[in-house]
């Protein structure tokens, strides 16, 4: 995306920020999107444009760690090795390690992981369930065997596609890759976010369009500052 502030999911009354990039808290102030609203923040992986707001983004939902509550969960490695999440935030909320196959209710949302991804640091994807639907989002990755399985038959899939061609040194997916996924999974809607130069320079409503005619599921790219309706109960604001 342009911006990289992440995903904000409002699910029946629960409010979940996914990857807080650079620029969340601005982001959040902008589109009114208060951060002590927020019932948990998810990071899928530590790599800096998914995470560098996460300690701020967790005082502001605090209230500077004068009000502890919510969740944060993340893997071991944002934790464990040259920390993203900060030591002093980790007293304000109760922090859980995502991991291949946990999964764990936020009120009434199940949030579950159930595939490490392959990226060059440990990532997961993610599915919410609410008020019988399902949300996936399927972060930073190269394409593998098994990776659509789990995705299969949600309501909306979230895709971040970085490339038009493959690179092997870059571990990212890229137009193709999307198409066989959303192929594979059949989703009812695929989104499209987190566009390389590559995609941006060929359009990502374009491709999106590409890929609706050639699989027939509604696709559509994401653009900074959109509200998705999920149902009567459930927006995505990007």
Known sequence: ??????????????????????????????????????????????????????????????????????????????LDEDPVVLKYVREFVEIIQSHEGVSLNINDVKVSFPLRLH???????????????????????????????????????????????????????????VMRIVSEARPKRAVLTHFGMQVLKASPEYQAKRITENTGIDTIAASDGMKLPLDSKGSLFI
């Open 1 to 78: 995306m342009r911006q990289s502030g992440g995903m904000w999911f409002e699910l029946d009354g629960t409010n979940i920020l996914h990857d807080p990039g650079p620029g969340c808290l601005v982001r959040c102030k902008q589109y009114r999107l208060s951060p002590r609203r927020l019932d948990a923040i998810i990071l899928s992986h530590r790599h800096i444009d998914h995470s560098n707001d996460v300690n701020i983004i967790t005082e502001a939902m605090t209230g500077g760690g004068f009000e502890p509550k919510g969740l944060l969960i993340a893997p071991k490695q944002c």
């Open 119 to 177: 990226h060059t640091v440990e990532t997961y994807g993610t599915i919410l369930e609410f008020q019988n639907r399902k949300v996936g989002y399927i972060p930073d990755t190269e394409y593998f065997e098994e990776l659509s399985r789990p995705y299969r038959n949600v309501d909306t899939l979230i895709l971040n596609v970085v490339r038009i061609t493959r690179n092997p040194r870059i571990s990212h997916l890229n137009i193709d890759d």
